[in-house]
């Protein structure tokens, strides 16, 4: 159990540096399992892997070209990865309806990932997006 408590934690964190940080479709691919859910999704937004994907390539990269993330911790208990981070850029471009700023971006997340044979399968998540969107308006 210890062991895939270690690789579920090694699964979350290579989406974050590889799909993320780098937008790589073949890893989003290889880490995403087909009937993955996002219960955190905003109404309306498609919450299944196109929604993920689209969110951090068609929406975040864009705004952020240089975006990062940092894990400051991770825990893991059964199938779960719980995760807090810091999504990072400078903005660019626009992001969600907001004009480029050029000013640096932090984005803090908690989530917690459901990890099935190796791959996402559930994911739940809190974020201060809200918080950095308005403070962008100012």
Do not use: C
Request: net charge negative; charged share 25%.
């Amino acid at each position: 159990m210890m062991e895939t408590m270690t690789e579920n934690k090694a699964v979350v964190r290579r989406f974050n540096e590889e799909v993320i940080a780098e937008g790589n479709l073949e890893s989003f691919k290889e880490l995403m399992d087909e009937q993955f859910i996002n219960r955190s999704a905003p109404e309306g937004m498609d919450n299944g892997p196109a929604g993920m994907i689209y969110f951090f390539n068609e929406i975040l990269r864009p705004a952020m070209p240089d975006i990062h993330v940092t894990i400051h911790q991770q825990v893991a208990e059964g199938d779960l990865v719980t995760t807090r981070k810091t999504i990072s850029g400078t903005q660019t471009g626009a992001l969600l309806g907001i004009p480029a700023t050029g000013r640096a971006v932090n984005i803090d997340v908690i989530d917690i990932v459901r990890v099935k044979d190796g791959k996402y399968f559930e994911h739940w998540g809190i974020t201060s997006l809200p918080e950095v969107l308005s403070q962008l308006q100012n």
